[in-house]
């Protein structure tokens, strides 16, 4: 086994005994109505001595290099001071003119960087100016790199027609591949996690290795060092198109980035600690108005072939509501016609995030979901003495919490990803013009402030006016299966009692359900783009 690897016996027994853990939560501790509960999310152990053992293997390939380096361990300092494992230090000097801020992570980080390759080729005199991607197998300099207390996360891309012994593709755009490493994962009661298939080319690399594909992403899971890894591409499971990337294109460039990773930096620190759910504590007082219905009570038969909601009492993080000012309303955009509402700016609010979509949602019947929820503005007023002006296009969208953006020039969404001791989880906004995204700098590694204006409620979807004024809002949480959507329902309920200062009331039926097994391919009728909320081939 390589150092820091994990047998898949060990890895089932783990993921097992979490599973039930967050079942018996659940049955031990039954909530009251209209109770929320904050996540459990479980710590993972790093080790560090085995991380410092595959890179002197690594390094040690590379002589020249290997002389600069430093692996005795320093005593005297204390444990968790950087200058105790001052090969890291080293290697984190190196790393930190093209990853910034790797030091910051908390968990080793593997990258297709080879570092001893890039110190080796500068010591025998190679040029600043030699293209990175000759010491990270052929893929472009990284796109996006966040590291911090939770671990760390990136982005890469590869060129059609790179790469010495790639095949031939039919899809014309770069390839882009993401990787997360945690020492941080949700406890979520997903019956479809911890599933794939072993990838026997590259067992000997990754013993636990599992493939899958799953909410639309190709994944490659393991364990190293302790830390959970996730591999990812975004393909569908389709017949390959020039401006569709197939799954089958997308494994040997994944394989190929699997294979490339080294450790490129990290720095040991205090180790993280479970973190156990609770049930949060709401307002004493009473809002006079506003009223929600429970989460999972979509509109009667608009899930995925008729099914309904999934009920999710959980309130993933504690955040500034999106939008600035209250009211606001949480309402079906694309069925609104069904409800027995006259408005959609109106109280009580709906859960719309198990509406019927060709996107992969593994809470929602049938695997398939919207993925997370719409919110409209109120109608402007009419004008009147004493009354402010009100410009129905400047409702001003804010940072739900203090973050790092996740965004290209290209994108349509703007994602916010919090990384700290306690939490590592995403919020993605959509339907903001993305040319004034771009305008106001909203693009990836800018950190925001909770609370700072990042945009206004928007129609655009593909183009403007493309869809209805709204917002749509969603959740992301890393788990040993990667990124997941969970419901942002009860999140936003309780985000939105804290911006009114008043509890909200339940109304409506109680939903009782169980979550469905997630689909791992798209049947026939989903295999086209849902336009009305947006992926129009490149955005989910």
């Known amino acids: 086994m390589p150092p820091g690897g994990e047998t898949v016996v060990g890895k089932s027994f783990r993921f097992v005994s979490q599973l039930l853990a967050s079942l018996s939560l659940l049955i031990a501790s039954p909530l009251?109505?209209?109770?929320?509960?904050?996540?459990?999310?479980?710590?993972?152990?790093?080790?560090?001595?085995a991380a410092l053992d595959q890179l002197r293997t690594e390094i040690n390939v590379h002589p020249r290099a290997a002389e600069d380096f430093i692996f005795a361990p320093r005593r005297s300092v204390p444990r968790y001071d950087p200058r105790a494992m001052p090969a890291l230090v080293q290697l984190n000097a190196i790393s930190s003119q093209f990853f910034t801020g790797i030091a910051r992570s908390s968990v080793p980080v593997l990258l297709p960087f080879d570092a001893a390759a890039y110190l080796e080729a500068r010591r025998n005199g190679a040029?600043?100016?030699?293209?990175?991607?000759?010491?990270?197998?052929?893929?472009?300099?990284?796109?996006?790199?966040?590291?911090?207390?939770?671990?760390?996360?990136?982005?890469?891309?590869?060129?059609?027609?790179?790469?010495?012994?790639?095949p031939s593709r039919v899809f014309a755009r770069p390839v882009e591949v993401q990787i997360t490493g945690s020492a941080l994962v949700y406890d979520i009661a997903d019956p479809s996690g911890g599933k794939g298939e072993p990838v026997k080319p590259l067992a000997a690399l990754y013993p636990d290795l599992r493939k899958f594909i799953?909410?639309?992403?190709?994944?490659?899971?393991?364990?190293?060092?302790?830390?959970?890894?996730?591999?990812?591409?975004?393909?569908?499971?389709?017949?390959?198109k020039p401006r569709r990337l197939a799954c089958k294109e997308a494994y040997p460039v994944a394989e190929r980035f699997l294979k490339a990773l080294r450790v490129a930096g990290?720095?040991?620190?205090?180790?993280?600690?479970?973190?156990?759910?609770?049930?949060?504590?709401?307002?004493?007082?009473?809002?006079?108005?506003?009223?929600?219905?429970?989460?999972?009570?979509i509109i009667p038969n608009t899930g995925y072939r008729k099914q309904g909601g999934h009920p999710d009492v959980m309130a993933y993080a504690q955040i500034r509501f999106p939008l600035e000012k209250a009211p606001a309303f949480v309402h079906s955009q694309s069925y609104a016609k069904r409800d027995k509402m006259e408005s959609t700016t109106a109280y009580p609010w709906r859960d719309n995030f198990c509406e019927a979509r060709s996107f992969e949602v593994w809470q929602c019947g049938g695997g398939y979901g919207h993925q997370g929820e719409d919110i409209r503005a109120a109608e402007c007023p009419s004008p009147g003495e004493g009354r402010h002006a009100c410009d129905p296009k400047q409702r001003a969208v804010v940072a739900v919490r203090d973050a790092r953006v996740i965004r290209a020039a290209k994108d349509q969404a703007v994602t916010l990803q919090i990384n700290s001791r306690t939490e590592h989880i995403r919020f993605r906004y959509m339907h903001m013009n993305p040319q004034a995204l771009n305008a106001d700098g909203l693009l990836n590694g800018r950190i925001v402030s909770e609370g700072e204006k990042i945009g206004v409620v928007s129609n655009y979807l593909d183009h403007p006016a493309g869809t209805s004024m709204h917002l749509h809002f969603d959740v992301q949480v890393f788990t040993r299966d990667g990124w997941i959507w969970v419901s942002p329902y009860v999140t936003l309920v309780s985000a939105y009692e804290r911006l009114i200062r008043a509890r909200g009331r339940e109304v409506g039926p109680e939903i009782a359900g169980t979550p469905q097994p997630v689909a791992h391919a798209l049947p026939e009728d989903v295999l086209k783009p849902d336009l009305r909320e947006g992926s129009g081939g490149d955005e989910n």
Do not use: H
């Open 214 to 240: 799953r909410e639309g992403y190709m994944r490659y899971a393991f364990t190293r060092f302790g830390v959970a890894y996730v591999v990812s591409i975004q393909c569908l499971d389709s017949v390959a």
């Open 32 to 49: 009251a109505a209209d109770e929320f509960r904050s996540p459990s999310l479980t710590a993972l152990r790093v080790d560090w001595r």
């Open 127 to 166: 040029p600043a100016t030699v293209a990175l991607s000759r010491y990270q197998a052929d893929f472009n300099s990284v796109d996006l790199f966040d590291a911090g207390p939770a671990g760390y996360s990136a982005t890469f891309s590869f060129e059609p027609g790179t790469g010495d012994g790639m």
């Open 266 to 297: 990290g720095q040991r620190m205090r180790p993280l600690t479970d973190i156990a759910s609770n049930i949060l504590d709401r307002p004493t007082v009473r809002s006079p108005d506003f009223t929600y219905r429970p989460s999972g009570d």
